[in-house]
């Protein structure tokens, strides 16, 4: 199966720095734009950031100049290099990719996928 697994969250003082990670796996085609959303108790998901598979960046403009979304291709493998960290930062995060992929042995989709999710807490 395909899947999207995160990692690298955790808590972090403000002014701190964390890189999320998200892995792809399992029997992949293409990948195409990747990206980072969050969550905060009580709000909708937004994304913060985006990456084509040409290196196409766009960001949330609460995020400018404080966030960096990479990828390396090769791994099928996108980050998201969070500085100067903020409380309101505080949220889950989700890796969200546009895969063309297989879910069992015929069956090929290209769609939306999401991981679980890591936490992100800011605070002092």
């Known amino acids: 199966q395909v899947q999207l697994v995160e990692s690298g969250g955790g808590l972090v003082q403000p002014g701190g720095s964390l890189r999320l990670s998200c892995a792809a796996s399992g029997r992949i085609v293409s990948i195409y734009e990747m990206g980072w959303y969050r969550q905060a108790p009580g709000k909708q998901r937004k994304l913060v950031a985006a990456?084509?598979?040409?290196?196409?960046?766009n960001y949330a403009d609460s995020v400018k100049g404080r966030f960096t979304i990479s990828r390396d291709n090769a791994k099928n493998t996108v980050y998201l290099q969070m500085n100067s960290l903020k409380p309101e930062d505080t949220a889950d995060y989700y890796c969200?990719?546009?895969?063309?992929?297989?879910?069992?042995?015929?069956?090929?989709?290209?769609?939306?996928?999401w991981g679980q999710g890591t936490q992100v807490t800011v605070s002092s």
């Open positions: 990456i084509t598979s040409g290196g196409s960046t």
């Open positions: 969200n990719a546009d895969m063309d992929g297989y879910s069992g042995t015929y069956s090929r989709s290209r769609k939306l996928y």
